[in-house]
Structures are given as C-alpha cells and as structure tokens.
C-alpha cells in the first residue's frame, strides 16, 4: 500500500535531478538538504534522498573519480654508506 505522504513520481524526479545537477552531485544529501533550507527550499527528508539514491544505484562515491589509478612505487633510498 502506498504511503499517504509519499512523493509522487513527478516529486521524485525533481529530487533526483536536483542530487544529479553539476552544483550537488559532489555533495552528500544532508549537505544538500542544509543548502537548501539556508535558500528556503524544502524538497523531502535526508534518508528519501538516501532512498532514492539507493533506488537508482547512486549511493556510492558521487565525486568524479579518475578512470584510472597507477600503482606507485615504494620510495627507494640509497643505502646508508656507513
């Protein structure tokens, strides 16, 4: 059964496209939802953004990570010549 006070699909959309605009995506939602309130926008709960992030499979690292990552090598120092 559908909850009374759950977003609808269109309220939904609005939220996650609000957590994937440039200006959030780098940001967790509870620093999302504090931005928002200074600015007077209420858009739904810390945990339904986490739930919606979840939902889409977007609960990981929302920073952009590099494509690719080298090894590096130990620092090597020359021998102590005593």
Do not use: W
């Amino acid at each position: 059964m559908k909850q009374p006070r759950a977003l609808t699909e269109p309220e939904r959309n609005v939220v996650l496209e609000v957590l994937r605009s440039s200006r959030f995506v780098d940001k967790a939602p509870a620093e999302i939802q504090a931005i928002l309130l200074d600015e007077g926008t209420y858009l739904c709960s810390v945990a339904t953004m986490y739930r919606l992030l979840r939902a889409h499979g977007e609960t990981g690292e929302r920073r952009a990570q590099p494509s690719t990552r080298h090894a590096s090598s130990p620092n090597s120092s020359p021998p102590d010549p005593t």
